[in-house]
């Protein structure tokens, strides 16, 4: 590949002297300009490895000329040479403090300027080499990163997973939570990341529930305090599960698992966390939950109509519920409905959640 020099002189003579002296070697290709301006938009649309500058040019003189190019983000650092015949401190202490890499006289006719010159057409050379290498590693710490991520993701699916095997419903639900879920907290403006991975977590919220017997999660009537006792352990039973993970992912399941059942006034379980000490994926996860497993058809019950079941939230508001995320949700009204009444066309569970987990990778 040719080393590309950018030569800016508003003397032609200047130009072409420089230019048979850079591309003598036939490895410097130069593009040269009498205006520094079109030198200046020229350097906008292409990359260069090496850039020669007269000081002493109409409309903008070379001084400004570097701080320009300094300012783009491809020229922070390769070698920027000043060509002046002022040799003055007042003018080099310019051209320094503006980025230039080094300067030559007007008319490099020594041997030593000759060798300067070529050792900085080498040094932009090495300059593109390392910054190259710089972008080769960006991506594959990038490809590294996404591949790291997508495990982690395949571990969250597994373990809600785990869960639906306990209940044939709850694949459903669990897809249903983490659809809301996702609609709240964008509602809500949370940052773009925190929105794909409480979508992500949320079905986590119920993982808890492996350690519950049969006989109480699957009874087909209602539970007894003692048994309504035993089934409220599921949440720390799914914050210890998913407790002290180097995963973010993984952390925030062990938030939502834990604290999606407490409840905005403080009456909520297991630690009676109130208003914003509740973590504010749990927070959202818990208006999502409830309001599926109302509008769910369970052993014990019937499925609540959604009109009832928005009712429910508007009524629980400031008690049950924190009340920017009931608002949140609702103000999104005809896309809740859309995603519960899609519940019976949906496609099998594993497939889902590999849609899932697929979506959030890409979005």
């Known amino acids: 590949m040719l080393t590309q020099a950018l030569l800016v002189d508003d003397s032609r003579s200047v130009l072409d002297f420089l230019t048979r002296l850079l591309e003598a070697d036939g490895a410097v290709q130069v593009s040269a300009y009498t ?44 070698p920027i040479v000043m060509i002046t015949s002022v040799q003055t401190d007042e003018v080099r202490i310019k051209a320094l403090e503006a980025g230039a890499t080094d300067f030559l006289p007007k008319h490099p006719q020594t041997l030593e300027t000759r060798v300067r010159l070529r050792n900085l057409v080498r040094l932009g050379i090495a300059v593109r080499q390392l910054n190259d290498r710089a972008d080769d590693l ?39 939570v983490a659809k809301y879920s996702r609609l709240i907290a964008e509602q809500l403006g949370l940052p773009p990341r925190l929105c794909r991975d409480i979508y992500l977590a949320a079905p986590l919220h119920d993982v808890g529930k492996v350690a519950i017997p049969d006989s109480i999660l699957l009874k087909p009537g209602r539970l007894n305090a003692e048994e309504i006792a035993i089934i409220r352990t599921h949440a720390v039973i799914g914050g210890r599960i998913l407790a002290d993970s180097h995963c973010e992912l993984i952390q925030l399941g062990a ?15 297991p630690n009676g966390l109130k208003g914003a000490d509740i973590p504010v994926a ?34 629980n508001k400031a008690h049950q519920f924190d009340p920017a995320c009931v608002d949140a949700f609702l103000s999104r009204w005809s896309e809740v409905v859309t995603i519960a009444t899609a519940q019976h066309a949906m496609a099998p569970w594993q497939a889902e959640m590999r849609t899932l987990s697929t979506a959030v990778r890409c979005g």
């Not at 419903?169 to 669990?174: P, Q």
């Not at 109302?294 to 499925?303: A, E, G, I, V, W």
């Open 35 to 78: 205006d520094p301006l079109q030198a200046v938009t020229s350097a906008m649309q292409r990359q260069y490895d090496i850039v020669l500058v007269d000081y002493e040019m109409p409309r903008m003189d070379g001084v400004t000329f570097i701080r320009e190019l300094r300012a783009l983000e491809n020229f922070a650092d390769i």
């Open 255 to 269: 938030e939502i698992a834990a604290a999606h059942h407490e409840r905005w006034d403080g009456g909520g379980y």
């Open 138 to 176: 960006v991506r594959e710490v990038a490809g590294a990163t996404q591949k790291l991520q997508e495990r982690e993701e395949e571990i969250i699916l597994r373990l809600a997973l785990a869960v639906e095997y306990r209940d044939n419903d709850t694949g459903e639900h669990t897809l249903r």
């Open 282 to 315: 749990a927070r959202v996860v818990a208006v999502a939950d409830v309001f599926d497993a109302l509008t769910m058809k369970r052993p014990y019950k019937d499925p609540m109509p959604l009109a009832d079941a928005r009712r429910y939230l508007e009524d």
